[in-house]
């Protein structure tokens, strides 16, 4: 089955203890990004990968890293994290370019920082 | 500033009540206009890619329209299932490979 998996799904941590939240997806896909949802703001992209060893900055990059060493995996990376960090997270994949660039999401992550 | 804005934030509708939501947008290019729809809890589910002004696409009861300043999504004759918040998102042609979303309208569609 064609699938964005990711984890944890639910994760309670305190501030300043780093964490990774794992993504990986079994399509193939070229693209990969990091998104946070919060009431009010909507969906907002953190950090986006168009290949392996290729990434670049969404809108809200601020205390988090990524990487991409294989095509598949893209984790997130909270080095130090906050309480304004407490938000819900998804993962998607995509093709690049043309007509076949739907992004697919993964179940989320929600995230507490104490 | 690239900006996404959908109306209304919420909407209630009796079952068989068609009505249609709004995405607006102000983008420098556009290259593509991207519906979904999100379950409580989970993640936003594909519905739609729209890429000129003029294009339609349509799914069972949904029906995507794309004009240069706005897209609607025309829901027929809903069903308590279709009961979802539905966001709509942008990619533009800046020269990145950024999506920007709107916040969303939360649809509810009473039996």
């Known amino acids: 089955e064609a699938q964005v998996t990711q984890n944890p799904r639910y994760l309670i941590t305190v501030t300043g203890k780093k964490l990774t939240v794992t993504c990986s997806q079994n399509?193939?896909?070229?693209?990969m990004s990091w998104y946070r949802q919060d009431p009010g703001l909507g969906l907002r992209q953190i950090y986006y990968?168009?290949?392996?060893?290729?990434?670049d900055k969404g809108d809200v990059p601020e205390g988090y890293k990524v990487s991409r060493k294989e095509k598949r995996n893209f984790p997130l990376i909270l080095e130090s994290p906050s309480p304004n960090q407490t938000s819900l997270y998804f993962c998607?994949?995509?093709?690049?370019?043309?007509?076949?660039?739907?992004?697919?999401f993964g179940p989320g992550t929600r995230l507490t920082v104490l | 500033e690239d900006q996404v804005t959908q109306s209304p934030e919420a909407l209630r509708l009796q079952e068989g009540e068609s009505s249609s939501l709004n995405c607006s947008y102000t983008?420098?290019?556009?290259?593509?206009l991207f519906w979904y729809r999100q379950d409580p809890g989970k993640g936003p589910e594909f519905l739609f890619t729209?890429?000129?002004a003029g294009e339609e696409k349509e799914k069972e009861r949904l029906k995507a329209t794309l004009t240069k300043k706005e897209s609607f999504l025309h829901i027929t004759a809903p069903k308590p299932e279709d009961s979802a918040t539905y966001l709509c998102?942008?990619?533009?042609?800046?020269?990145?490979?950024?999506?920007?979303f709107g916040t969303g309208t939360r649809l509810k569609v009473l039996a």
């Open positions: 729209l890429y000129s």
């Open positions: 998102a942008v990619r533009t042609t800046s020269g990145t490979y950024k999506y920007i």
């Open positions: 983008v420098s290019g556009l290259r593509g």
């Open positions: 399509m193939n896909h070229e693209y």
């Open positions: 998607a994949s995509s093709r690049l370019g043309g007509a076949s660039d739907t992004q697919y």
């Open positions: 990968s168009m290949n392996v060893e290729v990434t």
